[in-house]
Nanobody, 123 residues
Framework: QVQLVESGGGLVQAGGSLRLSCAAS????????MAWFRQAPGKEREFAAT???????YYADSVKGRFTISRDNAKNTVYLQMNSLKPEDTAVYYC?????????????????WGQGTQVTVSS
């Protein structure tokens, strides 16, 4: 069982940056694949980035080159550095986890979710 708590969201102008954090409870964080998803109003939840337990990273095409996912196993935390933000990045961002060696872009793959943090990018 793991609990996830996101932080770091807020309001930023287009072209700006934000860093999201997701703190996980428990002693087995290093065995989890971690991911960030986002959901804009009226839209389905969509994949943004994932980092495997071996620290391989994968990104959605829409964020590739602008977002960076990383993890600090000593702090039980995963981060999402978001640069060159665009208004279309506006969404609630969710952290997700699964104890696995694999990864996926599908929300149903992940069994643990945080409560989400709002990111708003103004034009």
């Amino acid at each position: 069982q793991v609990q996830l708590v996101e932080s770091g969201g807020g309001l930023v102008q287009a072209g700006g940056s934000l860093r999201l954090s997701c703190a996980a409870s428990g002693r087995t964080f290093s065995t989890y694949a971690m991911a960030w998803f986002r959901q804009a109003p009226g839209k389905e939840r969509e994949f943004a980035a994932t980092i495997t337990r071996s620290s391989s990273t994968y990104y959605a095409d829409s964020v590739k080159g602008r977002f960076t996912i990383s993890r600090d196993n000593a702090k039980n935390t995963v981060y999402l550095q978001m640069n060159s933000l665009k208004p279309e990045d506006t969404a609630v961002y969710y952290c997700a986890a699964r104890p696995t060696t694999g990864w996926s872009m599908t929300p149903s793959f992940y069994g643990y979710w945080g409560q989400g943090t709002q990111v708003t990018v103004s034009s």
